[in-house]
């Protein structure tokens, strides 16, 4: 006996997202939309039909819910001067250890 469960969703008749979503849905999640226009999960993970039905239910809402979700924005951070410093610091050593390497010029001694 087959227990899988394969879910469409159709975005362009849905009820519930207004089109601003489903503009958004369409674009974040187009890998997993049809030609046409279904949003497509599957579940088999289950033995039982109705234990799948549920889980393909829980993925479209999942799938809906994260693509609308509002990434943040990041906040730029400024370099500590320690840290600077720091960096510079170990320039400076690692330009001695080359310098150290360069043959030794007898007209300029």
Known sequence: METAVIGYLNIETSQILTEEQKMLVSEKLSNRINNEGLLFAKSQTYRTQLENKGEVIRKINDLVSKALEKKKKRKPTKISKAAKEKRIEGKKKKGDI???????????M
């Open 98 to 108: 080359k310098e150290g390497r360069r043959r030794i010029d007898p007209h300029n």
